[in-house]
């Protein structure tokens, strides 16, 4: 079983920062990508950050220059760096990985984390 289990949400006054944590476990070969997502109350889930298993990265236009995804592929862990933080950044946050080759070499394409709450007061 290949789990995802976010940490680091909480509430913060604009401008300020939070980290994001994520650990995947489970007998796992490799992860493609890892990406953050965010969802607010009447919004479709929309891709936040991702990072792929070579490291290149793609943020959304509304995060650039303010959030910063990283990865540890030994220890299959994500994290979220989010700085200058907004009103329009609170939501719900969830941890996601694309394309989980476990140790047996099944292919999970994709594998969610439970969410973790960001509010940004004004």
């Known amino acids: 079983q290949v789990q995802l289990v976010e940490s680091g949400g909480g509430l913060v006054q604009a401008g300020g920062s939070l980290i994001l944590s994520c650990a995947a476990s489970g007998n796992i070969r490799s992860i493609n990508v890892l990406g953050w997502y965010r969802q607010a109350p009447g919004n479709e889930r929309e891709l936040v950050a991702s990072?792929?298993?070579?490291?290149?990265?793609n943020y959304a236009d509304s995060v650039k220059g303010r959030f910063t995804i990283s990865r540890d592929n030994a220890k299959n862990t994500v994290s979220l760096e989010m700085h200058s933080l907004k009103p329009e950044d609170t939501a719900v946050y969830y941890c996601?990985?694309?394309?989980?080759?476990?140790?047996?070499?099944?292919?999970?394409?994709?594998?969610w984390g439970q969410g973790t709450q960001v509010t940004v007061s004004s």
């Open positions: 996601h990985a694309d394309r989980v080759v476990t140790s047996s070499l099944r292919l999970m394409r994709d594998v």
């Open positions: 990072v792929t298993v070579g490291g290149s990265t």
